[in-house]
């Protein structure tokens, strides 16, 4: 059998790895009752997920009256301090997400996380889904400094560094995961079954699974 094609597979989180959207749902509105405003749901949440919370927060704020300038700050803090006490309430590996890890590391693959939620944040949700531990490295959206979050290059280009090098393969749910793969130069996959805000074949991605068990069979081709 010959050697499996990567070094490295990447995952983002929120909508990857991981479905947050009760969670940060819940967070949300927290917020937005502070501000007197109506609740979203899930689904009109879903598409404001991706480029941290506090972007979030502004899609939820702008969604139910616009931002409130003298008193987002107070929201964005409440937000946080709600979400991060409840952060694993409702949040799940998505099916089959365990078995592909596993797949992963009998391969000797190292799986890595690069994320636009804050590394404490990250950290926090991985830790209590018991996944923390096998990721090489977790890389949150303030971890490089401003401007350094995806859709830029540089978390994921970070993420092979730390690996230790090696052929790389990102997977990924939004634009900004598929664009930071792409200038980085490494392989990217999205997950259909993500917090997707247009139709898969918009996004540019060199693939497209519908399923974990998709995965490893599909890097195993490359």
């Known amino acids: 059998m010959r050697d499996f094609p990567f070094a490295i597979v990447g995952f983002d989180l929120d909508g990857t790895l991981v479905d ?5 749902t ?14 979203l749901d899930v689904e009109q949440v879903r598409p404001m997920i991706g ?9 939820g704020l ?8 003298g008193d987002f700050e107070r929201l964005f803090r409440e937000f946080l301090r709600h979400y991060e006490a409840n952060i694993a309430v409702h949040s799940r590996p998505f099916p089959s997400l365990i078995d592909a890890l596993d797949r992963l590391d009998t391969l000797g693959v190292k799986t890595a996380v690069v994320t ?3 590394e404490k944040l990250a950290h926090i949700l991985l830790g209590e889904l018991g996944l923390a531990d096998r990721m090489a490295t977790i890389i949150g959206g303030d971890t490089l400094g401003p401007g ?9 280009l970070e993420m092979i560094a730390r690996c230790g090098g ?8 939004s634009i900004y995961d598929v664009t930071a793969a792409n200038r980085a130069g490494v392989t990217s996959i999205l997950v259909g079954f993500g917090f997707l805000d247009r139709p898969s074949a918009e996004f540019g991605a060199d693939h497209v699974i519908g399923h974990y068990d998709e995965l490893v069979p599909l890097l195993e081709t490359l």
């Open 20 to 24: 947050t959207a009760g969670d940060l």
């Open 26 to 39: 819940a967070g949300v509105n927290h917020a937005l009752s502070l501000a007197a405003r109506a609740p």
């Open 51 to 59: 480029l941290g919370g506090r972007h979030m927060l502004e899609q």
């Open 62 to 69: 702008l969604a139910t009256g616009g931002v409130p300038g």
């Open 116 to 118: 636009n939620k804050s």
């Open 148 to 156: 350094n979050a995806k859709p830029s290059p540089a978390p994921v």
């Open 166 to 173: 090696g052929r790389a393969a990102f997977v990924g749910d």
